[in-house]
């Protein structure tokens, strides 16, 4: 064993990375990580019993303590009709779970120096400059009058989602509304589409309300992704592959899946009438909701992502890591510390970084997250988070839209937590 990790210290210098930087996920021990196994049973208890019941197709679900891979399994199908057993390596469509890693992208070419964090995003996609208030909202045909905001939106806002900008298909309905009739998209199975021109379209059309003043979950990530392009000269799909996901070996992280890897997608479901059925197209925007198994072009910053519960860990382990993974160090220390920073002040209550939900002491009292920690979800019933001061990330994916249980991802959070004894 010495002799091999000799060999790989002078394989990594070769390589012009030092030995010490290699922190990869490993299998480890629970009892060695301050894990009960007995209590982990319980996980195994809940799942079983939802997926028994109807409540899910099935779920996969990872808990990392110390960077050691403590718990990995799946339950359940892949497909219920078929009984295809759903397996660990299964892909999920992650929706809104892109935003983090968009939000990473971004904050990369923070740190090259191609933009400011307040500058408006007009300076960098005019479309967006003098931007409008909704002052009026027609329901009959969707016409609207509108007054000049009181300020630019700035790149900050769209990460910490209080530019003003709503979302299509999921937000107000005077917003969903303009977004429609604009041609503007969710994101979400939008292949056809080409990202840039209809964030340009998007940039004429009005604000929900004025920049900075209130917390309005919308299309901002999507307008990040374009920025991404723009900054730098590339596709964002491009981008994210060669700069992010080949880096941290995310092999199975596609806006669109290659053809090897159809039959590794999970199918979609929806709750209706209490009964589990198999999405059909129509779901968000007309979507088939295989998209993932085409060949798409449109990058949702904000939605389009699917992946594994490995590669998102192995993302999530960067943040822990202080901005380095597999040897390859993607975000200085001081950075990670800004993006999980709380951005947000009164009268806004939610509290938000720049890319993720955040426990701070005002919040703290709602979960047993410590504070630090940082996490979000997907549309899909996907969940996760990450606990720098316990060294703890915790993630489960299911596909099921329009389903009733929802706070499954609260109920593994709580099995997962009260699994720590050490």
Same mark, same amino acid.
């Given at each position: ?5 000799? $060999? ?61 891979? $403590? ?40 740190? !090259? ?116 392009? $723009? ?77 594994? $519960? !490995? ?98 991802? !609260? ?12």
């Amino acid at each position: 064993m010495k002799k091999i990790n000799v $060999v790989l210290a002078a394989m990594l210098i070769t390589a012009g990375l030092p030995a010490q930087s290699l922190k990869v996920l490993t299998p480890g021990k629970p009892e060695e990580n301050g894990i009960s196994p007995e209590r982990l049973a319980r996980i195994d208890q809940t799942l079983n019993d939802y997926v028994s019941k109807g409540y899910i197709p099935g779920a996969v679900a990872l808990i990392i303590r110390n960077g050691k891979i $403590v718990y990995e399994k799946s339950f359940g199908y892949s497909d219920v009709e078929t009984k295809a057993p759903l397996k660990n390596d299964h892909i999920f469509r992650i929706a809104s779970q892109s935003k983090a890693i968009t939000s990473l992208a971004v904050m990369m070419l923070w740190e !090259e120096g191609k933009f400011l964090l307040d500058e408006p995003i007009s300076k960098y996609i005019p479309e967006f400059k003098n931007p409008k208030v909704l002052a009026s909202f027609n329901e009959k045909d969707s016409s609207y009058t509108t007054q000049p905001a009181k300020s630019e939106i700035t790149i900050r806002q769209l990460l910490t989602h209080n530019s003003g900008i709503d979302y299509a298909a999921i937000g107000s309905k005077e917003f969903k509304a303009i977004y429609a009739k604009a041609g503007v998209p969710s994101g979400i199975g939008n292949n056809d589409q080409v990202l840039g021109d209809k964030i340009k379209i998007l940039g004429q059309l009005p604000l929900k309300h004025n920049p900075g003043e209130q917390w309005t979950y919308g299309l901002n990530t999507d307008v990040l992704g374009y920025l991404v392009e $723009v900054l730098s000269g590339v596709s964002f799909d491009e981008f994210l592959h060669q700069r992010i996901f080949r880096p941290l070996g995310m092999n199975d992280t596609y806006f669109y899946l290659p053809k090897e890897k159809y039959s590794r997608l999970v199918s979609l479901y929806e709750t209706k009438d209490g009964k589990l059925l198999k999405a059909k197209p129509g779901l968000y925007d007309k979507v088939d909701p295989n998209y993932p198994n085409s060949a798409g072009k449109y990058f949702s910053g904000g939605a389009g992502l699917s992946s594994t $519960v !490995e590669d998102y860990a192995k993302f999530l382990q960067l943040f822990l890591n202080k901005g380095e993974y597999n040897g390859a160090r993607l975000l200085g220390r001081k950075t990670v510390e800004l993006m999980l920073t709380n951005q947000l002040q009164p009268p806004i209550m939610e509290r938000f970084g720049l890319g993720f939900g955040l426990e701070t002491s005002d919040n703290d009292y709602r979960s047993p997250f410590t504070l630090g920690s940082f996490s979000w979800g997907g549309a899909f019933n996907t969940h996760y988070w990450a606990d720098p001061r316990e060294k703890l990330i915790g993630i489960i994916f299911t596909n099921i839209y329009n389903t009733p249980h929802w706070s499954l991802g !609260e109920k593994y959070k709580a099995l997962v937590y009260q699994a720590i004894v050490d």
